[in-house]
């Protein structure tokens, strides 16, 4: 069992409250998931030459007092790429010019036990063990701006409680997927994807599931053809959240046995397992209120 919650800003003038807006609702779902949880927020996008990295430094030996300038000097010095880090705890975002690929491949092969959690244009992710509130005021989820996110929080079922095995998940640039459920499949997908270069990194049965829809996106679908897709090759019960620069998209497996719910304004699409994480947003009383159908696709746009 766990939690997942998503908040999409329609209206511009809120998007500097999308932190204080969300830190309820990921407090509300704290029963569904105890021991873990995380959040991918999505900004206005760099200027096409630039990327930003999330990175994790909590299983180095200096945690949270880790050199992320020393690192940043040496990226630069290395790569030439006039990289700079916003710091968070054990978190910090690196924003450089240029590719992705290079620059991971980099901070891989000279900080081996640093975990690199996402990448884009515009994508900032943030993850680790603990409470939903020790989670969010670790990192500061209360003071994030943007326009949309995705956020979870998680008991876990079939995987090791850790930092990567937590939510949410990624792949490629820009796309991230929250999970409620678990998969009957995810070997047989891991199987169909390994040998097409896909590379994993867990065991968790909703790294399959994300990179199995990257994939698709990847290879020219776009995102309701991708999650078409998933219906066929993806078995098992699960609710999925997914974000990208421009939208937020929702499904349920066929027997939707995994709870979720909507509320809808003028000014806001909001999502979460239970209402009871919906029931401080503004001018919720005067909310469209539904339960999404099951195999159904949900996909609202910024």
């Known amino acids: 069992m766990c939690g997942i919650v998503g908040l999409l800003l329609k209206t511009p003038a809120l998007r500097g409250q999308l932190g204080e807006l969300m830190v309820p609702m990921l407090i ?18 760099l200027a096409e030459g630039r990327r930003k990295i999330s990175v994790y430094s909590g299983l180095t030996e200096q945690g949270a007092g880790y050199d992320w ?35 991971k491949a980099w901070i891989k092969a000279h900080g081996p036990k640093l975990h690199l959690l996402s990448a884009g244009r515009s994508i900032e992710l943030y993850k680790d063990i603990g409470t939903p509130a020790q989670v969010a005021e670790r990192y500061r989820f209360g003071q994030l701006t943007g326009s949309h996110l995705v956020g979870h929080t998680r008991m876990a079922t079939e995987s090791a409680v850790t930092p990567d095995r937590a939510h949410p998940f990624t792949a490629g ?79 349920r497996d066929p027997f939707a046995c995994k709870p979720a719910v909507v509320a809808e304004t003028d000014a806001y699409v909001a999502i979460a397992s239970e209402f009871r994480s919906l029931a401080h947003l503004p001018d919720v009383k005067h909310a469209t209120v539904f339960e999404p159908a099951p195999e159904e696709m949900y996909v609202w746009k910024v």
Not at 30 to 40: K, N, V
Not at 215 to 224: A, N, Y
């Open 69 to 103: 300038q020393a690192l940043v000097g040496a990226l630069n010095e290395a790569l030439g790429v006039q990289a700079s880090a916003a710091v968070k705890g054990n978190h910090a975002v690196i924003t450089f010019d240029g590719a992705a690929d290079p620059v």
């Open 28 to 45: 509300g779902m704290t029963e569904r998931g105890p021991d873990s949880a995380g959040l991918a927020v999505f900004t206005p996008p």
């Open 173 to 251: 640039e820009d796309f991230c997927l929250v999970h409620n459920g678990s998969l009957s499949n995810p070997n047989g997908v891991r199987r169909m994807l390994e040998p097409r270069g896909i590379k994993f990194e867990t065991d968790n049965d909703t790294e399959a599931a994300c990179r199995f829809l990257e994939w698709r996106l990847r290879e020219g679908d776009d995102l309701e053809v991708a999650l078409q897709k998933g219906f066929e090759a993806l078995d098992g019960f699960y609710t999925f959240l997914m974000g990208t620069p421009t939208e937020l998209a929702l499904i």
